[in-house]
């Protein structure tokens, strides 16, 4: 049987850390793999997690399976977060997921379980794991325009123009905020002139949120949600805790399904227990009961906030720095757009040669379609990597 099988193509970004940390050189910068790193290149563990793992280990009294959605108490804890009071709760089904790419993943199988015909659109470009778990799943993609590779911003007559020719039933996928890979996202007018064509043609959105906090605040990142959750009749959103809460490797998500009718939460509570039972039975526990523990301490939960807006305004602090040394190299605003862009990534808009470039005579590791992981700098660094980019010739 094994004979069978046939070399899968490789993750380009986890290729590139292996590259770097391969190379050695002592300067080199890792500007890849989407983790946050701070001004010593560390990805801490942020305080209210050793708190709240503290408290769980001295309280917890049992290891036994929860329930195949999880602990209905973290489902509560993440939907207050991410949608407030958007809609009801008793239109929310939820359930907990391995990372992020658990509930990206559950989502995808519920669409096609609900529509087998269903196409996904997805913006063009988006985080390569969308395109490879639907390719995986056989699921019918489309491409809507998204990054304007003139401006680096969003290209929103483009991306409209395009969703104006799904069909009803379509599922439209969205970054909730932060969008991976580019960095350009839309603003609030904007996702509601998303909304209204979502309405007018009856697609379905799909909405993956994984850094909230990480933009414009806690509130403000998740305002495209939640005016999509309050304005459709249903949605799917795929949240992950991995950034915001540092638990990378707990592996810690939640799928949502919001239904505006409040009778269908019971049958799309039940579907989401079901999937995760086809595919992992319960789901992991420790990292949720982590994020539960700091969202329902009134104490936890501001020092957790505090940090996390740290950790916010230190990338935006080394984005005006990069743009600032960027104006003062090359006399232009050319790379403005590096202290518009919001989240961990920039894409800088340039071309494979002049990313391996950077790579081969710098040692700077940025991913292959110019993407940058702003968190991999430093207030050193910047002005190393904007010398980089000015000698290549960007
Ligand atoms: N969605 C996007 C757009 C991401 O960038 C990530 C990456 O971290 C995820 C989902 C899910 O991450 P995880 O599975 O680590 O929670
Ligand atoms: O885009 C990133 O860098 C993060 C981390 O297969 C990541 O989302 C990268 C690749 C991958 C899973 C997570």
Redesign the pocket.
């Given at each position: 049987m094994f004979e069978t099988l046939k070399e899968q193509p490789a993750?380009k970004?986890?290729a590139l850390m292996q590259m770097f940390a391969d190379d050695p050189r002592a300067q080199k910068i890792d500007l890849?793999?989407?983790?946050y790193k701070n001004a010593e290149g560390v990805t801490p563990v942020m305080r209210a997690v050793k708190a709240a793992e503290k408290r769980i280990w001295e309280q917890q009294t049992s290891k036994s399976y929860t329930g195949l959605a999880g602990d209905p108490a973290y489902a509560d804890a993440m939907i207050e977060l991410i949608l407030s009071d958007a809609v009801a709760r008793d239109t929310v089904a939820a359930a907990a997921t391995p990372g992020g790419?658990g509930a990206v993943r559950q989502a995808f199988e519920l669409i096609q379980m609900a529509n087998p015909k269903a196409c996904v659109w997805v913006s063009d470009p988006t985080?390569?794991?969308h395109t490879s778990i639907l390719t995986y799943l056989g699921i019918e993609t489309k491409s809507y325009r998204y990054f304007d590779s003139e401006t680096r911003g969003v290209d929103f007559d483009g991306m409209i123009a395009d969703l104006k020719t799904a069909k009803a039933g379509d599922v439209v996928l969205l970054h909730g905020c932060c969008h991976?890979?580019t960095g350009a996202n839309l603003n609030l007018v904007e996702w509601q002139a998303v909304v209204e064509v979502l309405n007018e043609r009856g697609l379905i959105p799909m909405i993956d949120i994984?850094y909230q906090g990480f933009g414009d605040g806690l509130d403000a990142d998740a305002a495209g949600t939640r005016l999509v959750a309050s304005s459709v009749s249903e949605c799917l959103i795929a949240a992950s805790c991995?950034k915001n809460f540092g638990v990378y490797r707990e592996r810690t998500g939640l799928l949502m399904a919001v239904s505006a009718d409040a009778g269908k939460t019971k049958l799309n509570q039940s579907t989401l227990a079901y999937l995760n039972r086809q595919n992992y039975s319960f789901p992991p526990d420790h990292g949720a009961r982590v994020v539960t523990t700091i969202l329902t301490d009134p104490e936890l939960r501001a020092d957790w906030a505090a940090e996390l807006e740290e950790v916010r305004l230190s990338m935006l602090g080394l984005r005006q720095q990069l743009a600032d040394e960027l104006q003062r190299l090359t006399g232009s605003d050319r790379f403005g757009f590096i202290a518009q862009h919001r989240g961990m990534?920039s894409r800088l808009g340039t071309t494979p040669e002049l990313v391996a470039k950077l790579r081969e005579e710098h040692g700077i590791y940025i991913?292959g379609d110019s993407r940058m992981?702003i968190a991999g700098l430093n207030t050193t660094t910047v002005p190393l990597l904007a010398k980089a980019i000015v000698d290549v010739g960007v």
């Open positions: 993750d970004i986890l890849g793999v989407g983790v790419t985080w390569p794991n991976n890979p994984a991995s990534f991913v992981n």
